[in-house]
């Protein structure tokens, strides 16, 4: 563009979940493009789609946007220290993953994550969106994603203060296992929820119930087994009746059936990376670039559904602006998409050497920077 000594790049990746987050994978990607273009301009704009990294991602880009301590009953009840994001408007953001996700869980002596598929609950959740309103926040955005419960969101409401009784009205325990018992949800000690002040932010269009549920397709990566699996259906499709919600309702399946809860409280319910984008301006700034760099760490089926990438691909198309994609890996499928250039970190790793594209991301993502601005032509 006229004026500029070189070019001006947007570099907008969303997190590699298990490796790094999405503010991490946009500095070396901009270490790798900066040593080959020096002279070019690089806009970092770290992206989420709702899920772990929402409130980094959010931090990163909203000058004076402030993290919030608090310490909440983390997903099997241990205390964590997490926090929540105020916004400059008055507005707070809860992020699932950031108190009850499955990084919050412990792990074994050997190093491994310790699911606990019907215990495991949101009250963390709830617990952080009561803190926000107890600090004045206008309207509370909850960001989901990086579940390792399937509670339907329970949890979240005894959070609130609400209390989840059964026919003798005694409290049912937290957790999947409960949920088949609730006969009826007490909210006389429950946090005030004033009317239009809970947006859901979800990346996921699934169901509650059903093959693409919340226990059948998510749930055996939290430890459901074909075993387990009959009897967390049966519970779901129970407290869906308690909340007198449809449970094939899109969407209600995201987090282990989290947006459920939230919809009984009147939340609405958005697009997650949508959301985010608007926050840190991205449609704005894509008007004003020359190239765009996006990525996940896996680019598959799923991330036409809601994901960050596809979002990217879709504001750049409108704004006639050549994208790229880097990702850990790439799904064959993506050849039919319209992108200038894409690469893998599965790919470009020397496996000869010992080089793992998930431990060893952050030189890749560098490498993956200076193969980019080696090759991608800039008008």
Do not use: Y
């Not at 509650?208 to 049966?234: H, S, V």
């Amino acid at each position: 563009m006229p004026g500029r000594a070189g070019a001006r790049v947007l570099i907008a990746p969303d997190s590699f979940k298990g490796s790094l987050g999405a503010d991490r994978v946009a500095a070396a990607i901009a270490r790798g493009w900066h040593s080959v273009r020096p002279s070019d301009e690089l806009v970092l704009r770290p992206m989420a789609d709702g899920g772990e990294g929402t409130l980094a991602a959010l931090k990163s880009a909203i000058p004076d946007s402030v993290l919030v301590p608090v310490t909440v009953p983390g997903p099997i009840g241990e205390p964590v220290f997490a926090h929540w994001l105020h916004l400059p408007d008055g507005d707070a953001v809860v992020e699932l993953a950031e108190t009850s996700g499955m990084l919050r869980l412990p792990h074994s002596e050997s190093g491994e994550l310790m699911l606990h598929p019907l215990e495991a609950h949101t009250r963390g959740v709830g617990e952080a969106i009561r803190a926000a309103l107890a600090a004045g926040a206008k309207h509370v955005h909850v960001a989901l994603g990086g579940s390792c419960s399937t509670d339907a969101g329970a949890g979240i409401l005894v959070g609130l203060g609400a209390r989840l009784l059964d026919a003798r009205g005694v409290k049912v325990p937290l957790g999947n296992r409960g949920l088949g018992d609730v006969h009826v949800i007490d909210t006389r000690r429950m946090a005030e929820i004033p009317n239009h002040s809970l947006t859901v932010w979800s990346d996921v269009a699934a169901p509650l119930l059903g093959p693409r549920g919340a226990a059948a397709q998510f749930g055996p990566q939290k430890g459901i087994t074909a075993e387990l699996l009959p009897g967390a259906e049966a519970r779901l499709a129970h407290i869906a009746q308690v909340f007198e919600l449809d449970p094939m309702t899109p969407g209600f399946g995201a987090a282990g059936g989290a947006t459920c809860a939230l919809a009984w409280l009147g939340a609405e319910i958005v697009q997650g990376a949508s959301a985010v984008a608007m926050l840190v301006g991205l449609a704005e700034t894509m008007t004003d670039v020359d190239v765009v760099i996006t990525g996940e760490g896996a680019f598959d089926a799923q991330s036409a559904e809601g994901k960050a990438p596809a979002l990217i691909m879709e504001l750049a198309s409108r704004a006639h602006v050549p994208v790229s994609l880097v990702a850990g890996r790439i799904d064959p499928r993506a050849d039919t998409l319209p992108l200038a250039q894409a690469v893998s970190l599965t790919d470009i790793a020397d496996r000869a050497s010992g080089e793992d594209p998930m431990r060893d991301a952050e030189t890749l993502l560098v490498r993956a920077g200076r193969s980019l601005a080696a090759t991608t032509r800039v008008k």
